[in-house]
């Protein structure tokens, strides 16, 4: 579980499995895309809000990039992987990647160094595997 404050991203991160993403308390926005080259559906995402009241989570199959902002102060996020973190191994793209298109409520206002940093989408990167 994480906490964080208003408008705090986590930039797309590629799962080595599935994971789940939910909202025990207070509200994010999260997304997904398909990282499958040749599949139909490559580079299309999907978001939603997340709230302890909807009661909606993401899954997010291997495969698929996923990442949240959160819409108010202390958020709380409970987050399911089907494996265990990957630490440095882990491999990110940028928040707002336009290969994507991704339509978050905002800019972020705050991102961690390891956020910033990410790169766009490359295939020979974050795709491998897949």
Excluded: Q
């Amino acid at each position: 579980m994480a906490s964080a404050k208003l408008w705090v991203a986590r930039t797309t991160a590629i799962p080595a499995d599935a994971s789940f993403l939910t909202s025990s308390h207070s509200c994010v926005a999260a997304a997904g895309s398909r990282l499958r080259e040749g599949s139909s559906s490559f580079g299309r995402w999907a978001g939603a809000e997340i709230t302890a009241e909807n009661r909606r989570l993401m899954y997010a199959p291997k495969g698929c990039a996923h990442g949240f902002l959160t819409l108010v102060d202390d958020t709380e996020l409970v987050y399911f992987a089907s494996t265990p973190y990957a630490g440095p191994d882990e491999r990110i793209i940028r928040w707002d990647d336009p290969r994507f298109g991704v339509h978050w409520p905002r800019a972020p206002a705050i991102l961690s160094d390891k956020d910033r940093d990410a790169r766009d989408y490359d295939p020979t990167l974050h795709a491998s595997g897949y």
